[in-house]
């Protein structure tokens, strides 16, 4: 005679598969989108708090000697160069981000190639540091 497993084992099973999907789908969300840190138990890095610093009105006023300008902020796109949120030519973002000795470039994917090779090549032999993201 043919015998049949009880169906309470299949359930067992069923519900081992799920409690280990939603404790896997747990730690991703903690995990990868910033939900959580550390383990949950307490023993995760602590941070200090950032302490924020309003600018000072008038310039580098109150900041020490050696304090710099904030970098220039480029932008390449189909349309062209932006220099700070103006239009401007290679030669522009060169002038403009001399003062500051670094500049921040980012581009699109729909930059022409060219314009972005030559900004490049060109703020390397002036010397300016290229923070590019």
């Known amino acids: 005679m043919n015998q049949r497993r009880p169906k309470r084992r299949r359930g067992r099973w069923v519900f081992a598969i799920v409690a280990a999907s939603a404790a896997v789908g747990g730690w991703l969300a903690r995990d990868c989108t910033g939900l959580g840190t550390g383990t949950g138990l307490g023993l995760g890095e602590r941070r200090a708090p950032v302490e924020v610093v309003q600018p000072v009105s008038g310039g580098d006023a109150g900041l020490g000697s050696d304090a710099r300008p904030e970098p220039c902020a480029l932008y390449v796109d189909s349309k062209g160069l932006t220099i700070d949120?103006?239009?401007?030519?290679?030669?522009?973002?060169?002038?403009?981000?001399?003062?500051?000795?670094?500049?921040?470039?980012?581009?699109?994917?729909?930059?022409?190639?060219?314009?972005?090779?030559?900004?490049?090549?060109?703020?390397?032999?002036?010397?300016?540091?290229?923070?590019?993201?």
Request: glycine letters at 14%; charged letters at 20%; aromatic letters at 4%.
């Open 85 to 133: 949120g103006a239009p401007g030519s290679v030669e522009d973002a060169v002038t403009a981000c001399r003062g500051a000795g670094k500049a921040r470039l980012r581009a699109t994917g729909a930059a022409r190639a060219g314009t972005y090779d030559a900004l490049v090549q060109a703020l390397d032999q002036a010397g300016i540091a290229v923070e590019r993201y």
